[in-house]
C-alpha cells in the first residue's frame, strides 16, 4: 500500500475551509490536510520555506483546487 498523501487546502475563508475539511473527514479520507490560507504559504508549504521549512523530506502532497474559485477569477 503507498504512503498517503497530504491534502493542501488553500482557503482564505475559515468558514469555507471548516466546511471542506468536514467534507474530507465526513468522506473518512486517512489523509492528513494541511489549511494555508493563500497562494504565497501554498508555495511556501510546498518549497519548505518560512514556517513550513522543517517539513520532513518525504512528506508528499496534493494541492486541492476549486473549480469554482477560479471561474470566478479568485484561484
Known amino acids: 500500500m503507498?504512503?498517503?498523501r497530504?491534502?493542501?487546502?488553500?482557503?482564505?475563508?475559515?468558514?469555507?475551509?471548516?466546511?471542506?475539511?468536514?467534507?474530507?473527514r465526513e468522506a473518512h479520507l486517512a489523509n492528513p490536510i494541511v489549511h494555508v490560507e493563500d497562494g504565497v504559504e501554498a508555495l511556501d508549504y510546498l518549497r519548505r520555506r518560512g514556517?513550513?521549512?522543517?517539513?520532513?523530506?518525504?512528506?508528499?502532497?496534493?494541492?486541492?483546487?476549486r473549480h469554482q474559485d477560479a471561474a470566478h477569477g479568485r484561484a
Open 51 to 65: 514556517k513550513w521549512a522543517d517539513r520532513p523530506e518525504g512528506d508528499p502532497a496534493v494541492p486541492a483546487a
Open 2 to 4: 503507498s504512503e498517503l
Open 6 to 24: 497530504t491534502i493542501l487546502l488553500a482557503e482564505d475563508s475559515p468558514h469555507d475551509a471548516e466546511m471542506a475539511i468536514d467534507a474530507l
